[in-house]
DNA sequence: ACCGAGAAACGACACGACGCGTTTCCATTG
DNA sequence: CAATGGAAACGCGTCGTGTCGTTTCTCGGT
């Protein structure tokens, strides 16, 4: 329950997870359907049958429910796969984002306005950097590094540039309006053209 | 004068070139200081010296100023280098558009919160496309397909591609808050990576 | 194991402030 | 003269907060 902005006060006893569960799904549903932007607290306040109040008593903003939110939602879909091979485990893992994340629409409208909110709120961009992307960050270093160790890729491959080459491209579509987002055989020459550069001296 | 929506008004024959200027800059202004988001039409107004009514005349929305201004703030630096070394040409056009556009917190901030809105309004997300980005994608495509003409990279390479995993990561870190852009070696590393990954069969 | 007191969360409603996009009225300008 | 620009105000909607009465959970006493 990582209350990104609630520093002083103590970690709350009583909560309706009902209620929780319903104001999550609503931002979510809301943004699907109208994008991020035009969404109002007192709108998901009242699809989620709840009270305005009770969302400010938990949440400071419209944007920390959403970054919630996409947490939970995200979660689920966040292991990364380990077969031993490196190229296959990407494919699987970045297919699994893209249908998860960015092509459905109900998850890809509000991480966009999401993202913007962070630009005027550095509490929230903290929550997107920390909570969201870090740990899947975390992950994908991981195993990257694991793929190094194995010779998969040369020694002195630099995870992080790796995992931006891979993963820019698909935001890249996604907030740029560039075009329908990668299937898996675009996932594929995409992966195949980013792994060749770091290929291992033969 | 590319007024993206205005379809039924007849071009206009008197208008103030000061106001016009006026308001331009304001909007980036602003936008630099508080963030697109916070912006507000009166505010603009307030700070180019204008009446609401006059923005309201010319523009539909907050952000078809704010996509007018970008566009006037960016058209300098718009064309392409061509030195018959493509590497070196990316990298000072990268260069450019990176301290330019996107370290530059009046340009990369404005530019943020744009992108924001065009996923709740259409038209926006047209006008950016097709006005912004699209003559320099344009430009690039061009630029690449002489360097594949003389054999610099495959003969089978995408030049969309290439301008997809070239550009991304500039624009992953301007929206994810991934750090500081790349300087001029970073952007070396990066454009050697891609274009190693697309080089000509030795 | 039961129960009742007190605290906290809850829903409903109302508030003042502010930005929205528009309109009216008038002065300015080509 | 006709279109433009400036000043001010409109009704509307959302913001974040406040109040009030009710419900729901926690916990200590018998």
Known sequence: MPDQNAPAQPPHRRRSESSRRAILDASLDLCAQHGYGPVTVEAIAARAGVSKKTIYRWWPSKGAVVLEALNDAANPAADFPDSGDLREDLVVQMGGLVRGL???????????????????????????????????????RRRLLKARDAGQIRSDADPDLLIELLYAPLYYRLLLHQGTLQDADELRVLVDHVLRSFAPPS
Chains 1, 2 share one sequence.
Request: no cysteine; aromatic share 2%.
């Open 102 to 140: 960015l092509s459905d629409r109900r998850v890809g409208r509000a991480l966009v306005g999401l993202i913007a909110d962070t630009h005027h709120d550095p509490r929230l961009a903290h929550g997107l950097v920390d909570d969201l992307f870090g740990p899947r960050v975390d992950d994908a």
